[in-house]
């Protein structure tokens, strides 16, 4: 075994130890919490080592740099699109990447769907809100949410899994709990009006900053890059 290879499995163990205790600080299983390994800045390589490591669900944010990898270990993962999604991209995406973070805008829904049509399939789309209002950040502004929602009924082929969102980068991550609670709350307050004919049951929230803090607010998806895989 080579160094690198160690130091990845040091911290994957890290890693794994630290979504339990989170788990059991909240009450929840472990099961219940899935990790997307992101590997947007490392090389295909190590990917495919990730892959093998035992972390079937990849994510990437930029379909150029994920096309290569794709070509390559496509049928070894389970892929997620996890960046900001221009409409003349999806066509590149929709088949490939089973799930789909960022949905933020109703064109978006309009061109999934229409790619999902022709390819007679579902995409699983997380919408993405912004919950801590940060120019910086894509999303829905959390009152567009609702009505975003049910624009989204036609469009039968995605399935809406549940809400995404990016905290703030904050030296104490405990400060991003308020963001991970108001995603939490916007998505019991979609299945108490029932918008949807079935419930969200999905949050996708934490990175390795503070996937720690998603996990006891909740989050059932976190979407691990640095810590992780380096
Ligand atoms: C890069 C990225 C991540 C992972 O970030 P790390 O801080 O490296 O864990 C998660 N989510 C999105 C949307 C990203 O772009």
Known sequence: MNISALTLQERIQEVESRV???CRRSGRRREDVQVVAVTKRVSAAVTEEIIKQGFLHIGENRWQDATGKWNLLGSHGIWHFIGRLQTNKVKYVVGKFAYIHSLDRLSL?????????QTVQETQCFIQVNVSGE???????PPQLFPFV???LPYKHLRIMGLMTMAPHEMDPQRTRPVF???RILKEQLNTEGILPYPLLHLSMGMS???EVAI???AT???LGTVLVG
């Open 20 to 22: 339990n205790a989170a």
């Open 109 to 117: 829904a309009e061109e999934i769907e229409k790619r999902c049509v």
């Open 181 to 183: 609670q108001k995603l």
């Open 150 to 152: 049910e624009q989204l």
């Open 209 to 211: 900053n503070d996937f």
């Open 135 to 141: 120019h910086s950040k894509f999303g829905l502004a």
């Open 221 to 223: 998806w976190v979407r």
């Open 216 to 218: 006891e607010e909740g």
